[in-house]
């Protein structure tokens, strides 16, 4: 009989032996599948217990962080980022499970690529059976793309409004600015020794037409006149830019190279004499990086290589800032963004704030010295581009890190009007 009952109790065993082997191996299969669910989920996805060590990540996590999803397993925060980073998750963490819902957070975040972009993380408290708060868990998705068209329509706004102000700016101003000029270049005529008439009626009323001439030139007023014709000759610069941003141009539309156009647009840059007065465009180190498969595209090329030879002239002038012993560099780069065709100019400059890159559209708005611009060249490039291209401009900067500016232009050339 007990014989009788141990193998019993052996076949028991067994028989419970081989049913948590199926059922581990069983749970192991569904942990794999789990996993290879998370591991194709493009946003980053971890769950973390209450002292913040990570339980399960996926595939997208471990590639923020640099490391394999399963090397992460048992660290916190503190192990995988910096120390102020870290210590702003855990009090992230603490402020979900002690409020006990969920968080949403947009923050930048630095891969360990060194790539940077803007996340929108979503952090929630997990609960056990007795509703006991044991840790959190959390989704943070790449919004860096929604965030720049978010910021290129707000732009756009600006520009529909300002669009409608600046064509009536422009009228206003052009009549008095026409009567202005004309009426100077009259009174150079009138005490210019080259004109008979001038001799004559001074002799008429008795008066040494060259005695006149000289004093003029003694007490400077023909280089005052001068300044007139020059500075008016600027505002009328101004004021047909005006009318280029707030009207369409022609549609005279032809099928374009855009890596022929940006060669084209250097030349033109590099033979610019306001360029040249301040530094030789020839010292700058141009970097191309064309996509050879990136098919020619529909546009009015004197509207967009006025665009570019823009932006080429900001690189280069930014250059001129730049820190010491910092060689200048402009890279140039074209690629295809799904439908768009897009040129990249980036520079090695100084960089700019978020307020200021946050407004370089804007028209009249410029950081140099009075006399150094108009404040209208990329916001006539974004009129050109946006309203009478359907394309978008945008800029990326940050102080010390250079300024990258993108032109993308439709590969349709229907969307072209």
């Not at 199926?22 to 002292?51: F, G, H, K, M, T």
């Not at 374009?256 to 084209?264: F, I, K, N």
């Not at 960089?351 to 890159?357: C, K």
Request: aromatic fraction near 6%.
């Amino acid at each position: 009989v007990p014989g009788r009952r141990l193998k019993s109790r052996i076949s028991e065993l067994e028989a419970q032996t081989t049913a948590f082997r199926r059922d581990s191996e069983l749970l192991r299969e569904v942990q794999r599948r789990q996993q290879a669910i998370l591991d194709n989920i493009p946003d980053l996805v971890w769950l973390a217990d209450a002292e913040g060590r990570y339980l399960t990540v996926n595939r997208a996590f471990g590639r923020a962080c640099g490391l394999p999803p399963g090397d992460v397993f048992g660290k916190t925060a503190a192990d995988i980022g910096p120390p102020d980073l870290a210590e702003k998750y855990r009090r992230d963490d603490a402020n979900v499970m002690a409020a006990r819902t969920r968080r949403r957070i947009e923050e930048p975040l630095e891969y360990a690529t060194g790539e940077r972009k803007w996340i929108e993380t979503i952090k929630m408290p997990v609960m056990d059976d007795d509703d006991r708060v044991i840790g959190t868990r959390g989704v943070a998705r790449d919004i860096d793309e929604g965030k720049r068209m978010q910021k290129i329509m707000i732009q756009t706004e600006k520009m529909v409004t300002v669009g409608g102000l600046a064509a009536g700016m422009a009228h206003e101003l052009n009549n008095p600015l026409g009567a202005i000029l004309q009426h100077v270049q009259n009174i150079q005529r009138r005490i210019s020794d080259g004109l008979p008439a001038n001799a004559a009626v001074a002799g008429e009323i008795g008066v040494d037409f060259g005695l006149v001439r000289h004093y003029l030139d003694r007490r400077g007023i023909n280089d005052m006149l001068t300044y007139i014709v020059e500075a008016g000759g600027r505002a009328a610069d101004i004021i047909t830019n005006m009318l280029a941003f707030s009207r369409k141009g022609s549609a005279a539309l032809e099928t374009t190279h855009l890596a022929r156009l940006m060669d084209h647009a250097v030349e033109l840059a590099a033979c610019d004499y306001d360029l040249r007065k301040k530094y030789d465009f020839r010292t700058i180190r141009i970097i191309r990086e064309y996509d050879e498969g990136l098919p020619p595209v529909v546009i009015n090329r004197p509207e967009i290589e006025r665009v570019l030879l823009n932006i080429v002239k900001n690189a280069a002038q930014a250059l001129a800032e730049r820190p010491a012993g910092v060689p200048p560099l402009i890279t140039l780069r074209t690629r295809r963004n799904r439908e768009y065709a897009c040129i990249e100019v980036m520079d090695n400059g100084p960089g700019m704030t978020g307020e200021i890159s946050g407004r370089v559209f804007e028209p009249f708005f410029t950081t140099r010295e009075a006399g150094g611009g108009s404040g209208m060249g990329l916001t006539v490039a974004y009129a050109l581009v946006v309203d009478n291209h359907r394309g978008m401009i945008s800029v990326d900067s940050e102080p010390g890190t250079g300024t990258t500016m993108t032109v993308g232009l439709p590969l349709d050339a229907e969307s072209t009007v």
